[in-house]
């Protein structure tokens, strides 16, 4: 008798920024071994191995519920995104992959400030429910965005 598999988790989130351009905030995303300015409760956050900025780069990570590595799998500077899975952890998760894009928005034919957009695919989680990990992933967002776009308002003074 084949073994039952439970269905892929996916998930999105978005966070809209009115006063910051698609082109400020991208580079804080780029940049993705210096995560933990950005990230709630995240204390370390290293390059394992790999080039900086290219496909393969590992990331090491730290938070107050745990570890993981993540795998740098595609970057495009170009339309503003990026992919990685999280390789080893001890957050319960399996088969992550998450992208995340940054757009420009428009208001009547002009620049409207920007929308960073967090998506994910992962095999179901240990400890998690995937209503649990839809809600901290956008609480990650949601505390990233506002801290990337204060960075920008205070370079800006």
């Not at 269905?7 to 082109?23: F, Q």
């Not at 071994?33 to 790999?50: M, Q, S, V």
């Not at 001890?90 to 998506?119: Q, R």
């Amino acid at each position: 008798m084949a073994e039952q598999t439970e269905p892929k988790w996916e998930g999105k989130v978005t966070a809209e920024l009115k006063d910051s351009t698609a082109e400020l905030i991208w580079p804080f995303l780029e940049d993705f071994c210096n995560i933990d300015k950005f990230f709630p409760n995240l204390h370390t956050c290293y390059r394992a191995e790999g080039t900086p900025g290219q496909p393969g780069l590992v990331r090491h990570c730290e938070t107050d519920i745990g570890w993981a590595n993540e795998k740098l799998l595609t970057i495009d500077p170009t339309n503003r995104s990026l992919s990685y899975e999280i390789l080893e952890n001890n957050i319960g998760l399996k088969n992550y992959v998450a992208t995340l894009k940054v757009f420009p928005m428009e208001c009547d034919g002009k620049p409207a400030g920007c929308k960073i957009e967090w998506s994910f695919i992962a095999d179901p989680g240990e400890g998690w429910g995937l209503k649990d990990l839809v809600s901290y992933v956008d609480y990650c967002l949601q505390f990233m965005a506002k801290k990337m776009e204060d960075a920008i308002i205070k370079d800006q003074i």
